[in-house]
């Protein structure tokens, strides 16, 4: 009973996916991720509200997006960071904490709530809706606050992908290694990444590759960093009481995200087959489109409108913060 009850919602969850794959095959800027929530959310505002959806969406927004995250872990080794270099390693670190800070800080202006702000930095500063994913259940993070997170993010992120290979190409000139580590250091999903470095050329595509899994290999230190600091927030609200709450998930890492750190290890140590890594990624894309379009399903378009202006505001902020200073970093830190 508990499997039918998910089927009607999975599957349209799926065929949505389905088709914004068919599609991103004629609007590859786009990409099937950004394709399948923007499909999700025009279904899920119209003909597409029957309630018994619902649990199928849920379902696979929450499981699927997990296990994607921990797929991920079979398709990078520890050993990609030396491609980069000392400089490049430096580069990453600093972009994320600028990002990670600049998120936070902009956020509070505008008076979002903390759940809000560290979903927006973390999915910007690591990998988007894996990263969005990784996070929420640490900080205990409503599913209202997690699906417009990821929309905002995703689109964003598409406006992004559209425009940094001009802004490479206009500042950077034919250097491959500064336009890659400019895309592969800002853009939020791998997906993303390739797709503009593909706008460029293939050497720009491998090297952007390598900027992001740095940044994807960060995923567990930033989930550790934001389920402490939140436990740490929930201790101080009750500290009048002694009396702590909640699921206490800030002490604990996700088993996706362990499971993501314990194949990243074995592939690094064993180097896995090529097979297993390009099965691990398939699965993990397919994973994380249906979850786009179950997530774009679930969105309630009118509540996103109401706060369509602090929202924006919030993704031009973060994104323009991005921007400026890898644009800044590259300079001072790669263009030698």
């Known amino acids: 009973m508990k499997v039918k009850g998910i ?12 088709i914004s794959q068919g599609l991103a095959q004629f609007v590859p800027a786009l990409g099937a991720a950004t394709i399948a929530i923007l499909l999700g959310i025009v279904g899920g505002n119209t003909f597409l509200k029957q309630p018994q959806l619902g649990r199928g969406t849920k379902f696979a927004e929450s499981k699927l997006l997990e296990y994607s995250v921990m797929l991920l872990g079979a398709t990078m080794t520890v050993q990609t960071i030396g491609k980069i270099g000392g400089f490049g390693v430096l580069f990453i670190l600093c972009q994320m904490t600028i990002t990670i800070v600049g998120a936070l800080w902009l956020g509070r202006k505008l008076g979002f709530s903390q759940s809000v702000r560290m979903l927006m930095a973390g999915g910007n500063a690591v990998c988007g809706s894996s990263a969005i994913a990784s996070i929420a259940p640490v900080i205990d993070a409503d599913e209202d606050d997690k699906g417009t997170v990821i929309t905002l993010v995703n689109l964003m992120g598409t406006v992004l992908m559209l425009t940094l290979p001009v802004l490479g190409m206009a500042v950077f000139g034919g250097s491959v290694i500064l336009k890659g580590a400019l895309i592969g250091g800002t853009l939020q ?16 595509v491998q090297f952007a590759t390598i900027f992001k899994i740095m940044r994807i290999m960060m995923l567990v230190v930033v989930v550790l960093i934001f389920g402490r600091l939140h436990q740490r927030t929930i201790e101080n609200e009750l500290a009048e009481d002694a009396v702590v709450s909640g699921n206490g998930n800030g002490h604990w890492l996700p088993w996706y995200v362990a499971g993501f750190l314990i194949l990243c290890a074995l592939n690094s140590l064993l180097s896995l087959p090529a097979m297993v890594g390009a099965t691990a990624h398939t699965i993990s894309s397919w994973f994380e489109i249906i979850a786009l379009a179950a997530i774009g399903l679930r969105l309630n378009l009118v509540n996103f409108m109401k706060a369509g202006k602090r929202l924006a505001l919030y993704g031009l902020g973060v994104g323009t ?16």
């Open 189 to 204: 999903s791998v997906g993303q990444v390739v797709a503009a470095a593909s706008m460029v050329n293939q050497t720009t």
């Open 321 to 336: 913060i991005q921007v400026v200073s890898a644009l800044i970093l590259i300079t001072l830190l790669l263009q030698h």
């Open 7 to 18: 089927l009607p919602g999975l599957v349209t969850s799926l065929v949505i996916a389905i």
